[in-house]
């Protein structure tokens, strides 16, 4: 029998590369001739670019271009130049250089002066507005109410590895090294930027230094790259600043989000509406919406459930995919409500939660095709001590620190795509695995291996993994928590089909002496194929048979049933905070996070993921918020020292623990995506310990120390 790696603590593969610098990012590549380009920004968010003074600038040493385009501006910072010199310190002065003048308009800095121009989206997953049952009679039957309004604000994903692109062309051929989510995204971007057939653009990112969503477009410097090298004719490299990273590359946007609950006297929901407002830049730009009500239709069960979503068109770039997209910001909401609700009706919160559990999806009236969510409050309950909890705020003390406990449901969509993979298995027993997926620093790379060596019975050390190239087999976009489960299904089918092959030559050279013997009764290891006739070697077995290597190159499909179930991962986040009452100082003291996430494929990458994300969560609730000028739009803090990210001193010791569920309806292997679920409910976790120490509700993310004087 093959040793088993699938579920095991397996160090990172690329790990040695990373910490010896080895792995080269996307700014790291160099090229024969390269040049450096440096984005000329708009110093203004509305109104339009009459004239680019661009002589000084032109004629400085080492500039080589300086592509320009008058237009309308939509925000602050929008590129409007691009200039091309031999260094980057050269390119960099000659964009200092650049005057630009324009007529400015007064921008759309707040959204909240802009309510009056929503618009419903037409394009959202799941649609904007739904609704069941008769909301006005469940609000009026209802034994309790409660009508309240919750704000998160606009948040920036803040990768360590900025978003960076070497852009090279060849005889019409373009090749671009950068930083992204998704290769053949780039790939169809770029092609169709530069109106060229795919297959003649190659995009190659062997290394992620962190998304949560910001590289999963191909946002304009990357096609700003290609079209300045082109212009140039020499290689181009661009890469953003901090700062610019504010403004290029999209982010969560704000939202104002209207809830109002109902329940009977038992405590069972009898009406809930949960609408409101994303924030959204000039329409030209394209269209997102913050789908902030999604988890509400399906979370808890209640016969009247109404949600809605409106954006309001601002100043400011256009949003996009950030870390749990919609579910982050709005299971804030909703389980801050649901936390008010439960001591509305005197309940304690996880018994008014399991009071209100939904055994099926009641807005599609689906099954669940999986479901430990009572599993997550139970264990998580008992691992973090909720017993302790005082009902009563400001029960708990230290002296002069205030001491709370808060816990929020989690849940997040289980979804796949479809993927291409290629195995190989070499004579020596050596095996290559190609897939043109991404790393985003999630460890893809180990979990491809760990799949390979145990199916072909490899030891690690000898499994080679590719990926981040489109020209390797193709496969989806890194988000929404979908690597794993779209790319692992198709290694899984190559590396099975590899054995499959190898295990026929090994039949056909031994003829008569294996006659009658089963391929299921074969196994193959270290390179030696055995069966109850006896064993050969691998190396044997190719070199009669001629074959260099055995191949297959393979598409995993989606399972044709996924589509009959509501598809879902779950968890339950439980927080403790102490608050000193003097200065009113904020800290988690003791966190505690229970998931159930299907088959776990890595005990050790997964826990990282869940601690990251559960991390994540920390500085949405307690720290990160961008500030806006309110006469400018510009973003004031585009910068790590204003816009605050956790750091060590903010992170307890957090507790994890992990639920056997599997998911056999969206895949083979019973996968669910964890990057995103443990950020959710992490707000309102908080938020409700914080009520739960200080008896004061805050609605409003960050929350700040003068929330709780």
Not at 184 to 195: C, I, Y
Not at 517 to 540: K, N, W
Not at 687 to 702: D, E, I, W
Request: with cysteine.
């Amino acid at each position: 029998m093959n040793e088993i790696l699938i579920g095991r603590a397996v160090s990172r593969i690329d790990g040695p590369a990373k910490a010896t610098g080895s792995a080269r990012y996307a700014a790291e590549f160099t090229l024969p001739g390269m040049v450096h380009a440096v984005l000329v920004q708009a110093p203004f968010a509305a109104g339009r670019v009459d004239r680019l003074d661009i002589d000084a600038a032109r004629s400085m040493p080492g500039v080589l271009a300086v592509l320009r385009h008058d237009q309308r501006v939509r925000y602050f910072g929008q590129t409007v130049a691009v200039v091309v010199a031999d260094s980057h310190e050269r390119a960099t002065a000659a964009a200092f250089a650049v005057r630009v003048q324009g007529d400015a308009a007064a921008p759309v800095a707040d959204m909240h002066h802009a309510l009056a121009a929503a618009t419903t989206p037409d394009e959202m997953r799941g649609g904007a507005d739904t609704s069941r049952g008769d909301l006005a009679a469940g609000l009026a039957d209802a034994h309790a109410r409660i009508h309240a309004t919750y704000d998160t604000p606009m948040e920036f994903h803040n990768p360590m590895e900025p978003h960076a692109t070497l852009a090279a062309w060849d005889a019409g051929r373009l090749t671009v090294w950068t930083s992204t989510q998704g290769i053949f995204n780039a790939q169809a971007t770029l092609a169709a930027a530069f109106d060229l057939a795919p297959e003649t653009v190659r995009v190659i990112c062997p290394f992620v230094g962190g998304g949560f969503g910001s590289k999963g477009r191909c946002w304009p410097p990357v096609i700003l790259a290609a079209h300045a090298a082109r212009e140039v004719g020499r290689p181009v490299r661009l890469v953003l600043t901090r700062a610019q990273m504010y403004m290029n590359n999209g982010h969560r946007p704000q939202t104002i989000q209207n809830l109002s609950l109902g329940c009977a006297g038992d405590g069972r929901l009898t009406a809930l509406r949960h609408d409101g407002f994303s924030q959204m830049s000039d329409p030209s730009l394209g269209q997102f919406t913050e789908g902030f009500a999604i988890a509400t239709r399906t979370l808890y069960s209640c016969p009247a459930v109404v949600t809605g979503h409106k954006t309001v068109p601002t100043s400011f770039s256009l949003p996009t995919y950030m870390r749990a997209p919609g579910e982050a910001s709005g299971m804030f909401a909703l389980e801050s409500a649901i936390d008010e609700m439960a001591a509305a009706s005197r309940l304690d919160p996880i018994a008014f939660r399991i009071a209100n559990y939904a055994d099926h999806d009641e807005n599609d009236n689906k099954p669940f095709a999986s479901k430990a969510l009572l599993q997550c409050y139970r264990e998580g309950a008992a691992r973090f001590g909720w017993a302790r909890r005082r009902a009563a705020p400001r029960a708990l003390r230290d002296g002069h620190v205030l001491i709370g406990m808060g816990m929020a449901s989690a849940t997040y969509p289980t979804q796949r795509q479809p993927s291409h993979a290629r195995v190989a298995l070499f004579a020596d027993g050596g095996v290559l695995v190609q897939c043109g997926t991404q790393d985003l620093g999630t460890g893809t790379y180990t979990i491809m291996m760990q799949m390979a060596a145990q199916t072909l019975g490899a030891p690690a050390d000898k499994v080679r993994v590719e990926l981040g190239d489109s020209i390797l087999p193709r496969s989806g976009v890194s988000g929404g928590s979908t690597t794993a489960a779209s790319v692992m299904p198709a290694v899984l089918q190559a590396a099975q089909a590899v054995r499959t092959r190898a295990f026929g030559l090994a039949l056909a050279h031994q003829g008569a002496t294996w006659q009658g013997v089963q391929p299921e009764t074969m196994t193959l290891r270290d390179g030696i194929i055995a069966s109850p006739r006896g064993t050969i070697s691998l190396v044997e077995v190719m070199r009669s048979s001629r074959h260099a290597r055995i191949e297959v190159d393979t598409a995993a499909a989606l399972a044709p049933d996924a589509a009959k179930f509501s598809r879902h991962a779950f968890g339950a986040q439980f927080a403790e905070v102490r608050i000193d009452e003097d200065f009113g100082t904020i800290r988690v003291s003791r966190y505690t996070g229970v998931f159930g996430v299907g088959q776990l494929l890595n005990a050790k990458t997964g826990r990282s993921q869940l601690i990251g994300g559960i991390v994540y969560g920390f500085g949405m609730a307690l720290l990160e918020a961008a500030r806006p000028d309110p006469h400018t739009a510009q973003i004031m803090n585009a910068n790590l020292s204003e816009y605050l990210v956790p750091v060590n001193a903010d992170v307890p010791e957090i507790d994890v623990q992990t639920i056997d569920d599997p998911d056999m309806a969206t895949g083979p292997l019973g996968l669910k995506g964890i990057g995103e679920l443990p950020i959710v409910g992490v707000a309102g976790a908080i938020a409700n310990a914080v009520f739960n120490a200080t008896g004061k509700r805050v609605r409003s993310l960050p929350i700040r120390i003068e929330d709780v004087l």
